[in-house]
Protein backbone atom coordinates (compact mmCIF):
# COMPACT_ATOMS: atom_id res chain seq x y z
CA UNK A 1 0.00 0.00 0.00
CA UNK A 2 1.13 3.47 -0.95
CA UNK A 3 1.94 5.91 2.57
CA UNK A 4 -1.06 7.88 3.40
CA UNK A 5 -0.77 11.36 2.42
CA UNK A 6 -1.56 14.35 5.31
CA UNK A 7 -2.44 17.67 3.95
CA UNK A 8 -1.64 20.46 6.13
CA UNK A 9 -3.02 23.77 6.70
CA UNK A 10 -0.39 27.15 6.33
CA UNK A 11 -0.22 30.10 7.99
CA UNK A 12 1.13 32.86 6.00
CA UNK A 13 3.79 34.59 7.47
CA UNK A 14 6.33 38.10 5.82
CA UNK A 15 9.98 38.55 5.91
CA UNK A 16 12.63 38.65 3.61
CA UNK A 17 10.29 41.15 1.40
CA UNK A 18 8.26 37.63 1.10
CA UNK A 19 4.40 36.22 2.06
CA UNK A 20 5.70 32.78 2.89
CA UNK A 21 2.86 30.00 3.10
CA UNK A 22 4.58 27.66 5.91
CA UNK A 23 3.78 25.18 8.74
CA UNK A 24 5.93 24.12 12.10
CA UNK A 25 8.15 21.12 11.37
CA UNK A 26 6.30 19.84 14.95
CA UNK A 27 3.10 18.84 13.33
CA UNK A 28 4.81 17.42 10.03
CA UNK A 29 7.16 15.33 12.01
CA UNK A 30 4.61 13.77 14.28
CA UNK A 31 2.47 13.17 11.15
CA UNK A 32 5.73 11.54 9.46
CA UNK A 33 7.11 9.71 12.10
CA UNK A 34 4.12 8.69 14.17
CA UNK A 35 0.99 8.60 11.71
CA UNK A 36 3.04 7.13 9.13
CA UNK A 37 2.10 10.38 6.62
CA UNK A 38 3.34 11.76 3.85
CA UNK A 39 3.08 15.82 5.58
CA UNK A 40 1.91 18.00 2.31
CA UNK A 41 1.49 21.91 3.19
CA UNK A 42 -1.86 23.46 1.45
CA UNK A 43 -1.31 26.82 0.22
CA UNK A 44 -3.51 29.76 1.91
CA UNK A 45 -5.41 30.96 -1.70
CA UNK A 46 -8.36 30.77 -0.11
CA UNK A 47 -11.34 30.92 -2.58
CA UNK A 48 -8.52 30.62 -5.11
CA UNK A 49 -7.88 27.40 -4.45
CA UNK A 50 -10.22 24.14 -5.74
CA UNK A 51 -10.48 22.44 -2.68
CA UNK A 52 -11.38 19.12 -4.24
CA UNK A 53 -8.72 18.87 -6.48
CA UNK A 54 -6.60 18.01 -4.17
CA UNK A 55 -8.52 16.42 -1.54
CA UNK A 56 -8.94 13.90 -4.26
CA UNK A 57 -5.52 12.86 -3.64
CA UNK A 58 -5.13 12.79 0.50
CA UNK A 59 -6.12 10.71 2.86
CA UNK A 60 -5.96 12.87 6.32
CA UNK A 61 -6.15 16.55 6.78
CA UNK A 62 -4.37 18.59 9.80
CA UNK A 63 -5.54 21.87 11.08
CA UNK A 64 -2.51 23.00 12.92
CA UNK A 65 -1.92 25.62 15.79
CA UNK A 66 -0.70 29.25 15.35
CA UNK A 67 -0.26 32.18 17.26
CA UNK A 68 -2.73 33.82 15.12
CA UNK A 69 -6.82 33.99 16.03
CA UNK A 70 -9.94 32.95 13.71
CA UNK A 71 -10.92 36.45 12.84
CA UNK A 72 -13.69 36.78 14.99
CA UNK A 73 -16.48 38.22 12.34
CA UNK A 74 -16.52 34.69 11.31
CA UNK A 75 -18.52 33.90 14.47
CA UNK A 76 -20.42 37.31 14.37
CA UNK A 77 -18.10 39.50 16.71
CA UNK A 78 -16.25 42.48 16.11
CA UNK A 79 -12.77 42.69 15.79
CA UNK A 80 -10.40 44.24 17.99
CA UNK A 81 -6.48 44.48 17.45
CA UNK A 82 -6.30 43.10 21.27
CA UNK A 83 -8.20 40.18 19.53
CA UNK A 84 -5.52 39.77 17.05
CA UNK A 85 -3.10 38.46 15.88
CA UNK A 86 -5.27 37.66 12.89
CA UNK A 87 -4.05 35.78 9.57
CA UNK A 88 -7.46 36.25 6.98
CA UNK A 89 -5.87 34.52 4.62
CA UNK A 90 -5.37 31.04 6.48
CA UNK A 91 -8.99 31.63 7.92
CA UNK A 92 -10.40 32.36 4.07
CA UNK A 93 -8.62 28.86 3.71
CA UNK A 94 -8.57 26.40 6.69
CA UNK A 95 -12.84 26.91 7.36
CA UNK A 96 -13.92 25.68 3.99
CA UNK A 97 -10.92 22.63 4.30
CA UNK A 98 -12.44 21.90 7.25
CA UNK A 99 -16.01 21.52 5.83
CA UNK A 100 -15.03 19.99 3.06
CA UNK A 101 -12.95 17.42 5.23
CA UNK A 102 -15.93 16.68 7.44
CA UNK A 103 -18.11 16.10 4.02
CA UNK A 104 -15.73 13.37 2.19
CA UNK A 105 -15.59 11.65 5.27
CA UNK A 106 -11.41 12.47 5.20
CA UNK A 107 -9.51 11.84 8.92
CA UNK A 108 -9.40 15.10 10.20
CA UNK A 109 -7.17 16.12 13.46
CA UNK A 110 -7.59 19.57 14.54
CA UNK A 111 -5.02 20.96 16.95
CA UNK A 112 -5.59 24.28 19.48
CA UNK A 113 -6.21 26.71 16.33
CA UNK A 114 -7.47 23.82 14.52
CA UNK A 115 -10.00 23.04 17.22
CA UNK A 116 -11.46 26.84 17.28
CA UNK A 117 -11.19 26.75 13.43
CA UNK A 118 -13.01 23.54 14.05
CA UNK A 119 -15.79 24.46 16.32
CA UNK A 120 -16.17 28.35 14.01
CA UNK A 121 -16.24 26.08 10.49
CA UNK A 122 -19.43 24.50 12.11
CA UNK A 123 -21.16 27.46 13.96
CA UNK A 124 -20.00 27.95 17.08
CA UNK A 125 -18.32 31.12 18.65
CA UNK A 126 -14.38 31.34 20.77
CA UNK A 127 -14.11 33.67 24.02
CA UNK A 128 -10.82 35.55 23.88
CA UNK A 129 -8.58 35.87 26.90
CA UNK A 130 -9.77 33.32 28.78
CA UNK A 131 -7.12 33.68 31.62
CA UNK A 132 -9.21 36.86 32.25
CA UNK A 133 -12.38 35.01 32.75
CA UNK A 134 -13.80 34.42 36.08
CA UNK A 135 -12.63 30.81 37.73
CA UNK A 136 -10.66 30.16 34.69
CA UNK A 137 -7.13 28.95 34.81
CA UNK A 138 -4.58 30.96 32.85
CA UNK A 139 -4.00 28.49 29.98
CA UNK A 140 -1.31 30.40 27.77
CA UNK A 141 2.01 28.96 27.82
CA UNK A 142 4.79 29.88 30.46
CA UNK A 143 6.98 32.77 29.88
CA UNK A 144 10.12 30.57 29.09
CA UNK A 145 12.66 31.18 26.42
CA UNK A 146 12.35 27.78 25.35
CA UNK A 147 10.11 25.68 23.39
CA UNK A 148 10.22 22.62 25.50
CA UNK A 149 9.38 25.02 28.44
CA UNK A 150 6.30 26.04 26.17
CA UNK A 151 5.10 23.16 25.36
CA UNK A 152 5.67 21.64 28.95
CA UNK A 153 2.52 18.95 29.64
CA UNK A 154 1.15 21.11 32.67
CA UNK A 155 -2.27 20.49 33.93
CA UNK A 156 -5.32 17.80 33.42
CA UNK A 157 -7.82 17.16 31.17
CA UNK A 158 -11.24 14.75 31.73
CA UNK A 159 -11.55 12.29 28.67
CA UNK A 160 -15.46 11.94 28.06
CA UNK A 161 -15.74 8.11 28.31
CA UNK A 162 -16.85 6.39 25.14
CA UNK A 163 -16.16 9.24 22.57
CA UNK A 164 -13.73 9.29 19.70
CA UNK A 165 -10.92 10.62 22.05
CA UNK A 166 -12.00 7.88 24.88
CA UNK A 167 -11.48 5.22 22.79
CA UNK A 168 -7.80 6.05 22.42
CA UNK A 169 -7.14 7.24 25.97
CA UNK A 170 -9.10 6.70 28.73
CA UNK A 171 -9.82 8.99 32.69
CA UNK A 172 -7.59 11.74 33.25
CA UNK A 173 -4.14 12.97 30.94
CA UNK A 174 -2.44 15.84 31.65
CA UNK A 175 -1.71 18.04 28.53
CA UNK A 176 0.26 21.20 27.04
CA UNK A 177 -1.64 24.15 27.13
CA UNK A 178 -0.47 27.80 24.73
CA UNK A 179 -3.62 29.10 23.93
CA UNK A 180 -5.62 32.59 24.91
CA UNK A 181 -8.66 31.70 23.12
CA UNK A 182 -11.10 28.83 23.94
CA UNK A 183 -14.75 27.72 22.83
CA UNK A 184 -17.27 30.05 23.74
CA UNK A 185 -21.03 28.41 22.18
CA UNK A 186 -20.06 25.00 20.58
CA UNK A 187 -20.89 24.16 17.63
CA UNK A 188 -24.38 21.59 18.08
CA UNK A 189 -22.07 19.22 15.54
CA UNK A 190 -19.61 19.08 17.57
CA UNK A 191 -19.45 16.65 21.07
CA UNK A 192 -17.21 17.61 23.71
CA UNK A 193 -14.74 14.90 24.66
CA UNK A 194 -12.38 16.25 27.00
CA UNK A 195 -12.81 19.51 29.93
CA UNK A 196 -9.83 21.11 31.64
CA UNK A 197 -10.35 22.03 35.67
CA UNK A 198 -11.95 25.14 34.82
CA UNK A 199 -14.49 23.64 32.28
CA UNK A 200 -12.67 25.25 29.26
CA UNK A 201 -13.31 22.61 26.48
CA UNK A 202 -10.29 20.86 25.07
CA UNK A 203 -11.42 18.28 23.05
CA UNK A 204 -14.23 17.74 20.47
CA UNK A 205 -15.24 15.53 17.75
CA UNK A 206 -17.75 15.83 15.33
CA UNK A 207 -20.96 13.94 16.11
CA UNK A 208 -21.74 11.61 13.37
CA UNK A 209 -18.97 11.86 11.18
CA UNK A 210 -18.14 9.50 8.64
CA UNK A 211 -14.50 9.60 9.52
CA UNK A 212 -11.95 9.93 12.31
CA UNK A 213 -12.78 13.85 13.13
CA UNK A 214 -10.55 14.72 15.95
CA UNK A 215 -10.31 18.52 17.70
CA UNK A 216 -7.77 18.90 20.69
CA UNK A 217 -6.78 22.07 22.63
CA UNK A 218 -3.46 20.92 23.43
CA UNK A 219 -0.51 19.87 21.44
CA UNK A 220 -0.49 15.83 21.22
CA UNK A 221 2.18 17.06 18.19
CA UNK A 222 5.04 17.90 19.99
CA UNK A 223 5.78 15.43 22.59
CA UNK A 224 4.53 12.11 20.25
CA UNK A 225 6.98 10.21 20.50
CA UNK A 226 7.39 10.67 24.16
CA UNK A 227 4.50 11.08 25.69
CA UNK A 228 1.43 8.30 26.17
CA UNK A 229 -1.79 10.16 25.16
CA UNK A 230 -0.10 12.25 22.65
CA UNK A 231 1.48 9.30 20.35
CA UNK A 232 -1.50 7.19 21.25
CA UNK A 233 -3.62 10.59 19.50
CA UNK A 234 -1.24 10.41 16.21
CA UNK A 235 -1.38 6.43 16.02
CA UNK A 236 -4.64 6.74 15.83
CA UNK A 237 -4.78 9.07 13.95
CA UNK A 238 -2.74 6.67 11.54
CA UNK A 239 -4.70 4.45 11.48
CA UNK A 240 -7.02 6.46 10.09
CA UNK A 241 -5.68 7.74 7.20
CA UNK A 242 -4.05 4.30 6.27
CA UNK A 243 -7.75 2.81 6.55
CA UNK A 244 -8.73 6.03 4.13
CA UNK A 245 -5.79 4.70 1.80
CA UNK A 246 -6.62 1.42 1.86
CA UNK A 247 -10.37 2.23 0.43
CA UNK A 248 -9.21 4.88 -1.81
N1 LIG B 1 -4.00 31.61 18.80
C1 LIG B 1 -4.96 30.74 19.42
C2 LIG B 1 -4.56 29.29 19.21
C3 LIG B 1 -3.32 28.97 20.00
C4 LIG B 1 -2.40 28.00 19.30
O1 LIG B 1 -2.69 27.40 18.27
N2 LIG B 1 -1.21 27.88 19.87
C5 LIG B 1 -0.15 27.15 19.22
C6 LIG B 1 1.05 28.01 18.94
C7 LIG B 1 1.68 28.38 20.25
C8 LIG B 1 2.95 29.20 20.09
O2 LIG B 1 3.81 28.81 19.25
O3 LIG B 1 3.03 30.21 20.79
C9 LIG B 1 -5.09 31.02 20.92
O4 LIG B 1 -4.23 31.74 21.46
O5 LIG B 1 -6.05 30.51 21.53
Not at 69 to 75: A, D, G, R, T, W
Not at 199 to 217: D, P, R, Y
Request: aromatic share 6%; net charge negative; proline share 6%.
Amino acid sequence: MTTPVVLFTADTRAFDGYTWHCAPSTYLEAVLDVSGGMPVILTAFGPRLDLDAVLDRVDGVVATGSRTNVHPSHYGVAATEAMGPYDEVRDATSLPLIRRAIERGIPLLCICRGLQELNVALGGSLASDIQDLPERMDHRHPDVPDMDGKFAIRHGVTIAAGGCLGRIVEGEIEVNSLHRQAVARLSDRLAVEATAPDGTIEAVSVKGAAGFTLGVQWHPEYWATTDGPSKAILEAFGAAIAAYAGGR
